[in-house]
């Protein structure tokens, strides 16, 4: 009798056990998601920032890159770039989002037309379907850069 019941109890820590590791992976996949889900937020957010920011004249090939303003990103951090596009009159930005130092960047991509102001800068609007979760450039090494 006092035999099956200390079998019974370790079956049942086995079982108790292994439910255990099933909840703690589950726990671990949910906050990996829910980082990943904060970055991709960061990354929209800083996209629809900078495109309403003016930006410097430039043909150089090269990206231009902001820190997002305080206030915008509520945690975690965010970058926007923009840079010459390899299609004729378009440019592209590039929004990044992290979560936390050391985590990799998500990135959105957004192509826009220009318009030249008197002044030098640079007015954007987005153009319609140009929305990316991928370098559009047929060459990807241009958003690498």
Known sequence: MI?????MMGLGLIALNSLQQQLSAGLALTSNQHRYVIAWENAASALAWGIRQSWKDSSEPFWQCRNVAAGIIASGT???CVRPSLRQDIFLFRG????AEGNESVMQY???SVKKQASGEM??????????D???EADEQVCNE
């Open 3 to 7: 035999l099956s019941i200390m079998v």
């Open 78 to 80: 965010g970058r926007v």
């Open 96 to 99: 990044e989002g992290k979560m």
């Open 110 to 112: 957004q192509q826009v």
């Open 123 to 132: 007015i954007f609007s987005p153009l319609k379907q140009g929305w990316l």
């Open 134 to 136: 991928f370098c559009p």
